[in-house]
């Protein structure tokens, strides 16, 4: 309330100036026009020379002061009109700055409560992803340890065969964690993970094969199958080991990533590429005896069973009994390929070596790989395998 009074005041002083101006006009034309209009109505009384020439001085007097005066008039109307408009901008600006003052302060406010709003769905949804990816990372963690049970060492011997049921259930984890993984974009997977579901695919696609032929190619050559579908599955598996084993890879260059790696591309008949893969990994690895085991069965069917991928085969069987002499598939190969080869001498020890250190599956495997046809009716070899039952 304050301040709209000294406002009133200077709204008023422009009014106030002219209104004085105005009047003192008026005035001063009235007293004029009164003078002049008496003596020209009454020029008779004025006969004497002096009065005469007194009314005279005092008309001249009265038109000077009149336009004194009427100057001063314009003087001060001009000021009053410029007062007035200088009022009139400054009310104009005032309200100008107050309007935009409170439009600024209304979007201003506006503003902040949308960010506010904004801040705080951005928050929520926010705590909702952690929450969910959360949970996507402990049933990963889950899915994982429930696939590495199933999983055989990699320096086994021999991978067994399993019963229906368990190839069922590692088949419905795997499913579950490509789902998993599908339906969360942001699950984030260690090299540990990648090089663990590339196992699982690896084994599942071995279990539906025969593990002891040395690659799908030859499962369905020499079984005769022409289950093109039943192929293409397995060897979708196999290319998708693939695929996991080099997300490991991305992340972190390992023997075993690499070892993954070779036996997957091994199955799925890339043989040479397998041998890279094999030969990456005997560089990581101080003792690589079973990389240089399964290099040495890419190097067969790389070379087609002749002489020539053998020989290569026999010479990293060799380099693998030299690292890890108590590792029985090391001599167990080396014993079928010279078996191929019609080398009954050193088929024979080295079959003999494997049996000393696996007995009950060295044999059991010998009794019915084609590898041995050559010799089977060997003596040396019967004895060997006779011993199955004394």
């Given at each position: 309330?304050?301040?709209?009074k000294?406002?009133s005041?200077?709204n008023?002083?422009?009014?106030?100036?002219?209104?004085?101006a105005?009047t003192?006009?008026?005035?001063?034309?009235?007293t004029?026009?009164g003078?002049?209009?008496?003596?020209?109505l009454?020029?008779r009384g004025?006969?004497?020379?002096?009065v005469?020439?007194d009314?005279?001085?005092?008309?001249?007097?009265?038109?000077t002061?009149?336009?004194?005066?009427f100057?001063?008039?314009?003087?001060?109307?001009?000021?009053?009109?410029?007062?007035?408009r200088?009022?009139?901008?400054?009310n104009?600006?005032s309200?100008?700055?107050?309007?935009?003052k409170e439009?600024?302060e209304?979007?201003?406010?506006?503003?902040?409560?949308?960010?506010?709003e904004?801040?705080?769905?951005?928050?929520?949804?926010?705590?909702?992803n952690?929450?969910?990816?959360?949970?996507?990372?402990?049933?990963?963690?889950?899915l994982?340890?429930?696939?590495?049970v199933?999983l055989?060492?990699?320096?086994?011997?021999?991978?067994e065969?399993?019963?229906?049921?368990?190839q069922?259930?590692l088949?419905?984890l795997i499913?579950?964690?490509?789902?998993l993984?599908?339906?969360?974009?942001?699950?984030?997977?260690?090299?540990?993970?990648y090089?663990?579901w590339?196992?699982?695919?690896?084994y599942?696609a071995?279990?539906?094969?025969l593990s002891?032929?040395?690659?799908?190619?030859?499962?369905?050559?020499?079984?005769?199958?022409?289950?093109?579908?039943?192929?293409?599955?397995?060897?979708?598996q196999?290319?998708?080991?693939i695929l996991?084993?080099?997300?490991?890879?991305?992340?972190?260059?390992?023997?075993?990533?690499?070892?993954?790696?070779?036996?997957?591309?091994?199955?799925?008949?890339?043989?040479k590429?397998?041998?890279?893969c094999?030969?990456?990994?005997?560089?990581?690895?101080?003792?690589?005896?079973?990389?240089?085991?399964?290099?040495g069965?890419?190097?067969?069917?790389?070379?087609?069973n002749?002489q020539?991928?053998?020989?290569?085969?026999?010479?990293?069987?060799?380099?693998?009994?030299?690292?890890?002499?108590n590792?029985?598939r090391a001599?167990?190969?080396?014993?079928?390929?010279y078996?191929?080869?019609?080398?009954?001498?050193e088929a024979?020890?080295n079959?003999?070596q494997?049996i000393?250190?696996?007995?009950?599956?060295?044999?059991?495997?010998?009794?019915?790989d084609?590898?041995?046809?050559?010799?089977r009716e060997?003596?040396e070899?019967?004895?060997?395998?006779?011993?199955?039952?004394?």
């Amino acid at each position: 309330m304050q301040n709209k009074k000294p406002q009133s005041k200077q709204n008023n002083l422009p009014t106030l100036l002219l209104s004085i101006a105005v009047t003192l006009y008026l005035l001063m034309m009235a007293t004029t026009f009164g003078i002049s209009s008496y003596l020209m109505l009454n020029p008779r009384g004025a006969t004497q020379t002096s009065v005469r020439d007194d009314i005279e001085k005092e008309v001249d007097r009265s038109y000077t002061r009149f336009f004194t005066q009427f100057n001063f008039a314009v003087f001060l109307i001009g000021i009053s009109v410029w007062v007035l408009r200088q009022s009139v901008i400054n009310n104009l600006q005032s309200e100008l700055r107050k309007q935009f003052k409170e439009e600024v302060e209304e979007e201003f406010k506006k503003e902040l409560k949308n960010l506010k709003e904004e801040v705080e769905n951005d928050f929520e949804k926010d705590l909702d992803n952690l929450r969910s990816d959360l949970a996507a990372q402990r049933q990963k963690d889950e899915l994982i340890q429930e696939i590495s049970v199933f999983l055989p060492s990699p320096n086994s011997f021999f991978q067994e065969e399993i019963k229906p049921e368990i190839q069922e259930m590692l088949t419905e984890l795997i499913v579950k964690l490509q789902s998993l993984k599908s339906g969360n974009p942001r699950l984030r997977l260690t090299f540990e993970d990648y090089t663990k579901w590339g196992d699982g695919l690896f084994y599942l696609a071995n279990y539906q094969v025969l593990s002891d032929y040395q690659s799908i190619n030859a499962w369905f050559k020499r079984t005769g199958s022409t289950n093109h579908v039943e192929e293409d599955k397995i060897i979708s598996q196999y290319e998708e080991a693939i695929l996991k084993y080099e997300q490991a890879i991305e992340i972190k260059e390992t023997y075993y990533a690499y070892l993954g790696l070779g036996n997957a591309r091994r199955m799925a008949g890339e043989y040479k590429k397998s041998i890279d893969c094999y030969d990456r990994a005997i560089q990581l690895e101080q003792l690589p005896f079973v990389a240089l085991v399964n290099k040495g069965l890419a190097y067969r069917r790389w070379y087609n069973n002749e002489q020539e991928g053998m020989s290569r085969g026999i010479k990293c069987f060799e380099q693998a009994t030299l690292i890890a002499p108590n590792y029985p598939r090391a001599w167990y190969n080396q014993a079928c390929y010279y078996a191929f080869l019609g080398n009954i001498e050193e088929a024979v020890r080295n079959l003999n070596q494997a049996i000393n250190l696996a007995p009950s599956k060295a044999r059991q495997l010998a009794r019915k790989d084609s590898d041995f046809e050559l010799i089977r009716e060997r003596e040396e070899f019967k004895k060997l395998l006779e011993e199955l039952t004394a």
